[in-house]
């Protein structure tokens, strides 16, 4: 704390305490940097989210003002959670997209063993709305004969 001592003409003194945000400007440096950071990182998750989209948090906004360091650590902790949470969510994305390509691989290698299976672009992270699925070759006599094969068909609805 500062004191700010003024002298009123005869003899009266006022005493003034002033809060000094000097020494809490190092801090507050630090936790904007740290929270610009954070916010870079979080833009940066859900750009790689694209076309998809993260369900992310949205913090409370209360209009321009300074904030306090209790609010700076409040809101630095909470960007923390949020970007902890979609790099779990891409994470975990990421897993089942793998697992369907491996799916589609096997496809690939042995139709007959993945009769009537489907997997959509989407499932496998490519653009488009196509979709893998195996098929018999030849329609009803291919299924009696074991003939299968791995089709990739549009999926788009025709203009209307």
Not at 16 to 37: G, W
Not at 47 to 53: G, H, I, K
Not at 113 to 125: A, E, F, N, P, T
């Amino acid at each position: 704390m500062a004191a700010l001592l003024l002298d009123h003409g005869a003899g009266s003194e006022l005493l003034f305490e002033l809060e000094s945000d000097l020494d809490q400007s190092p801090a507050r440096r630090t936790l904007l940097s740290q929270i610009a950071q954070l916010e870079r990182s979080l833009s940066a998750a859900a750009c790689e989210a694209f076309p998809d989209r993260l369900d992310l948090e949205q913090l409370p906004v209360r209009g321009p003002r300074v904030q306090n360091l209790g609010e700076l650590e409040l809101l630095r902790d909470r960007l923390i959670g949020s970007l902890r949470e979609a790099r779990a969510a891409l994470a975990a994305r990421e897993l089942e997209r793998d697992a369907a390509r491996k799916l589609l691989e096997q496809m690939l290698l042995d139709p007959a063993k993945h009769r009537r299976v489907r997997i959509s672009q989407r499932d496998l992270g490519v653009g488009g709305c196509g979709v893998w699925s195996v098929m018999p070759r030849l329609g009803p006599m291919g299924r009696l004969m074991g003939w299968w094969r791995v089709k990739l068909s549009s999926g788009c609805p025709l203009a209307t």
